[in-house]
């Protein structure tokens, strides 16, 4: 279908259990997209039973706030405003918001606002706990 599974999350919200799949593309998706998704991995998963509890499948697209989960997403979004949580601190910190500069495999170029100057963070990718997209208000 030509498009990105960006991330599955299976979690348990109060009694009830929720498979939630986030897709996309260059572009993003569309409600369509996401119900063709559905009813064709609905179709799947009833045919190979995967899950042993009743849950309650959702596809969506990932938001403006997309995941960054893998070295291709760090690569296809150089110019964009991210926000990373490390594992371990980095000059005293542990996270870090700013434009993503540049991307090479091992390291995350990422320039942040420093009350009124802006540094440059180079960011070693295993230390990396989470990225995402964040969104900016201007």
Known sequence: MELQLVDVEFEKEGKSWFLRVFIDKPGGVDIEECGRVS?????????????????YLEVSSPGAERPLKNPEDFAN?????????????ISGAKSFEGILTDFDQEIVGIEVKDKARTKKVQIPYNKIAKARLAVTFN
């Open 77 to 89: 979004h150089i110019g964009h405003n991210i926000f990373v949580k490390l594992y371990e601190p």
């Open 39 to 55: 009813e064709k991995l609905s179709e799947r998963l009833d045919e190979t039973d995967p899950v042993t509890v009743p849950y």
